[in-house]
């Protein structure tokens, strides 16, 4: 387990100064030997906790680093089922819960973003990741479910009215037949 951590902190080190040199006008070649250095280190992480959880399957912090580390390595749908698997073992964990919510935003799935980061507030009312986490799930979740009028939509309702109309007018007329009639 110590390997796979140091593996992880030495792939975020990198992941660090890659940040620090972008920032600096000379460091072409510098840059490219950290990103390399970066994604050796975050891969020997995830095959360190890959066999840690094998041998382990219900050590939830390794899952839970495994999650972290593919997330460190932009694999999203990765990085979900660890984060799932690390939240099943241990669901009461509010770090679990908000990571798979920082997850599946990045997957925009909103709406299971907004359970699992509504549990993390559960658990702990202070989680400000958490907090701002669940407003960007929420803004997502709008977003995908606004649904602007299509010209079927429009097409369809003047079909409807204008059948209401028809319908109105007929009535009309029979109470004028029924008035005359008397």
């Not at 992941?15 to 050796?40: D, H």
């Not at 460190?72 to 099943?88: G, T």
């Amino acid at each position: 387990p110590d390997l796979a951590f140091a593996h992880l902190k030495l792939g975020i080190a990198y992941s660090l100064k890659e940040k620090e040199n972008r920032l600096k006008p000379q460091s072409g070649n510098n840059l490219n030997s950290i990103k390399k250095n970066s994604e050796k280190a975050l891969r020997n992480a995830v095959n360190a906790f890959k066999k840690i959880v094998r041998e382990n399957p219900n050590d939830d912090t390794a899952f839970y680093n495994l999650g972290r580390t593919y997330a460190k390595l932009f694999e999203d749908r990765e990085s979900e089922r660890a984060f799932r698997k690390a939240v099943k073992l241990k669901p009461d964990d509010g770090e679990y819960q908000t990571e798979l919510g920082a997850a599946l935003i990045k997957l925009a799935k909103y709406s299971e973003a907004l359970r699992a980061l509504n549990k993390a507030l559960e658990i702990d009312r202070e989680n400000f990741r958490a907090e701002d986490l669940f407003k960007k799930a929420k803004e997502g979740h709008k977003r995908i479910s606004f649904r602007p009028k299509s010209n079927m939509d429009k097409e369809a309702k003047e079909k409807e009215d204008k059948n209401k109309s028809t319908t109105n007018t007929t009535k009309e007329k029979s109470t004028e037949n029924n008035v005359n009639s008397e």
